[in-house]
Every structure is written in C-alpha cells, then in structure tokens.
C-alpha cells in the first residue's frame, strides 16, 4: 500500500483502495499521482510520484 497526507485528520497514513492517476501539471505536461482514500475519514487523498 501506499501512504499519503490526509489534510482533514492532518495525519500520514496508508491508503486505501490506492490507484496510479495522471494529473495535469505545468505547461499541458502530465504528473503521475496515486490516489485513493483515508482509512479514518474517507477523505480522497493524493500522492504525486517522481517522473520515473
């Protein structure tokens, strides 16, 4: 699994039902991402992954 920041219970933790995303970054490039929820809250949370 993966971890990430939850900003509503100000916390690191694992997420849950973690997937890779593509997001759009600077200049139309593209940014991959994991993204998946907080296991406390249910708040959708976001990891931005290096270019590799």
Request: proline content about 2%.
């Amino acid at each position: 699994m993966t971890e990430g920041y939850c900003v509503k219970c100000k916390a690191k933790k694992e997420m849950k039902d973690a997937k890779e995303v593509e997001m759009k970054g600077k200049g139309g490039a593209k940014r991959r991402a994991m993204s998946g929820q907080c296991p406390s809250c249910g708040t959708k949370m976001f990891r931005i992954l290096g270019k590799a």
